[in-house]
């Protein structure tokens, strides 16, 4: 298999506007998932779960590449997002009261023997602190709306009140799932204002109201 698979490009769940809401149906995908607790700009532990993901995730597309003929662009970083009173999103921005889980997709041609030998290959040198708490799991997510946010993280809450409040019982729908972003630019690397991040919520039918 010859050129290179930008996942970005090609799976239409990658793919949103800004200043509108789309309703997309999301396979199941697999990633590489690691979970944490706390403000992700202080929390020494989001910063070690990047740290983490990142060895493995470009061991298995080496691998894949070499061993598979098959190779493909590391998807970007994606996270769900929830807490005890979803509120801390929309209007308190408490940070401190977050969970959190980073993700890395992985194709479907991954298996976890490679998973099992990226590790052991991620940990030979270097080992990542949170290294052993990688796990390689399948999210399906089904049915969501999702639309683009350019900005600072900061700026969300606005476009996240609408999305909650407005759109989705517009639609007769309810939330159903976590809070899902996908990070389009390294947010480590990019000034706030240029950020693009795609919010992801999963949706279902809301009930039928009982006369």
């Given at each position: 298999m010859t050129g290179k698979t930008d996942f970005k490009k090609t799976l239409d769940s990658y793919q949103a506007q800004r200043g509108r809401f789309r309703i997309v149906d999301v396979p199941g995908m697999q990633y590489l998932m690691i979970d944490g607790h706390g403000d992700p700009n202080t929390s020494p532990a989001f910063a070690q779960a990047v740290e983490a993901l990142y060895p493995v995730a470009y061991t298995l597309k080496f691998a894949s590449k070499q061993d598979l003929g098959r190779d493909y662009v590391v998807p970007p970083l994606e996270g769900l997002w929830w807490a005890k009173d979803m509120d801390t999103f929309t209007t308190?921005?408490?940070?401190?009261?977050?969970?959190?889980?980073?993700?890395?997709?992985?194709?479907?041609?991954?298996?976890?023997?490679?998973?099992?030998?990226?590790?052991?290959?991620?940990?030979?040198?270097?080992?990542?602190?949170?290294?052993?708490?990688?796990?390689?799991?399948?999210?399906?997510?089904?049915?969501?709306?999702?639309?683009?946010?350019?900005?600072?993280?900061?700026?969300?809450?606005?476009?996240?009140?609408?999305?909650?409040?407005?759109?989705?019982?517009?639609?007769?729908?309810?939330?159903?799932?976590?809070?899902?972003?996908?990070?389009?630019?390294?947010?480590?690397?990019?000034?706030?204002?240029?950020?693009?991040?795609?919010?992801?919520?999963?949706?279902?039918?809301?009930?039928?109201?009982?006369?």
């Open positions: 308190e921005r408490d940070k401190s009261r977050w969970d959190w889980t980073l993700m890395l997709m992985v194709p479907d041609w991954i298996d976890r023997p490679m998973f099992t030998a990226a590790i052991e290959h991620a940990g030979a040198k270097n080992r990542p602190e949170c290294l052993d708490d990688v796990r390689l799991e399948t999210l399906s997510e089904g049915r969501c709306v999702q639309t683009l946010h350019v900005g600072s993280f900061d700026d969300e809450t606005d476009l996240l009140a609408r999305l909650h409040d407005e759109f989705i019982p517009s639609q007769g729908l309810r939330i159903v799932g976590k809070h899902h972003e996908i990070y389009l630019n390294d947010f480590r690397r990019v000034a706030p204002e240029k950020q693009r991040t795609i919010l992801r919520q999963p949706i279902a039918r809301a009930a039928a109201s009982s006369a």
